[in-house]
Structure formats: structure tokens, C-alpha cells
Nanobody, 126 residues
């Protein structure tokens, strides 16, 4: 079965940290651009971070620069999002996505990505 499965979300206090995981099954993740996206209630889905499978190009939203780090472990077919210094405004459902042209598509406003995970809730609150 071809799918992406996120995990690692939860409730954390402001200033805390979480690491999200996105594991692929049924396909090889390192053949795709991969990214993390989030959607808060009443807001559009936004890109948090994504990178090209060819390396050298990594995007971070201004709101997370210096706090979040995206990485991948090809042996585990998994991409991670390490989140530190979390803020209440980081509260959202976080999704991972994979697409052979994700970096190009999202940059140009094309939101039709090939594969999406089901999402994991991150809540930052006292």
C-alpha cells in the first residue's frame, strides 16, 4: 500500500520541542522532493519546510527559520521535522507530502501534490 504516515505530534508547552516523523511505505521516499506543511483552523495550508531530492535546495517558512529543521533518513524511508522553541502560533495539523516536482510546484503555487499523509496534530499551549 502506497502511503505516507506521520507521527510524533502532541501537546507541548511554549518553548518546548517535538520531532515529527513521516514514513513512506510502498515507494522509495528518496526519489521524491518531500516537505512538511501545516494547517491551522480557519487558515489555508501553508508550507513549513521542504527540500529537493537532488539536495542543495531547502525551503523554510520565515516563521520557523532557526527553530525547525527538516532531515531525512533514507535507510528508514523517513523524513523528520525537528521543532524547537515552539510557539502557540505553531499549533496546527502537520502534514507531510511527496512529489517528484514538489519544490518547483509549491514555489509556483501549484498545490496538487502527488502524495499526502493523513496529518498529525501539534498543539502548543500552557
Amino acid at each position: 500500500q502506497v502511503q505516507l504516515v506521520e507521527s510524533g505530534g502532541g501537546l507541548v508547552q511554549p518553548g518546548g520541542s517535538l520531532r515529527l516523523s513521516c514514513t513512506a511505505s510502498g515507494f522509495t521516499l528518496d526519489r521524491y522532493d518531500v516537505g512538511w506543511f501545516r494547517q491551522a483552523p480557519g487558515k489555508e495550508r501553508e508550507a513549513v519546510s521542504y527540500f529537493s531530492r537532488f539536495g542543495g535546495s531547502t525551503y523554510y517558512a520565515d516563521s520557523v527559520k532557526g527553530r525547525f529543521t527538516i532531515s531525512r533518513d533514507n535507510a528508514k524511508n523517513t523524513v523528520y521535522l525537528q521543532m524547537t522553541s515552539l510557539k502557540t502560533e505553531d499549533t496546527a495539523v502537520y502534514y507531510c507530502a511527496a512529489d517528484s516536482l514538489l519544490y518547483l510546484k509549491w514555489t509556483r503555487g501549484n498545490r496538487a501534490l502527488e502524495r499526502w499523509g493523513q496529518g498529525t496534530q501539534v498543539t502548543v499551549s500552557l
